[in-house]
């Protein structure tokens, strides 16, 4: 069944990667599947993407047990004209997207595997009742000195 996933691709300036470095965003396939009698390859399926904006839109079979990591890719030097002459900046989000079973937002899909193993909650407040996973439960740091940092100790929650 295919479902439909929305969200947005920004750098960390909370802005589109710029157009004239043409990014795209895929999502790939954690593996092959076997889903109602068909063969599903591991092929990437590439998000549809506003370049001005950087919202995007993928459709992607979801069913239990199809997951999918998050691949992004755009021109280092959008200057150059020469498309062999193209070098790329690539990136691999280490999240599961799990668009079962009505896909939706990139931020609902990402929060329901916010308990992904390589996800850590850090907060200073205690975690929601109904997280679990890892959280570090972080001490404040030196209000006084804002180079240091607190400590902490990283704690597994069940909710």
Known sequence: MLTTVTGNLYDHTGKA???????ELFFRPRQSNVVDASALAGVEAQATLNA???????????????????VARWLTNPEERSPERWGFQ??????EIDP???GGSLDDLVA?????????LVQLDDPPLDYTGLWLDA?????????????????MVYA
Do not use: C
């Not at 990667?17 to 990014?23: F, K, L, M, Q, V």
């Not at 001490?139 to 704690?155: F, I, K, V």
């Open 139 to 155: 001490a404040p740091g030196d209000e006084t000195e804002p180079t240091r940092s607190g400590s902490g100790m990283l704690r």
């Open 52 to 70: 001005a904006t950087g919202a995007f839109t993928v459709r992607l079979e979801a069913h239990p047990g199809v997951t999918y990591r998050m």
């Open 112 to 120: 329901q595997n916010a308990t992904h193993p390589l996800m850590v």
């Open 17 to 23: 990667i710029p157009a004239g470095s043409r990014p």
């Open 100 to 102: 079962y079973p009505i």
């Open 90 to 95: 690539y990136t691999e989000w280490p999240i």
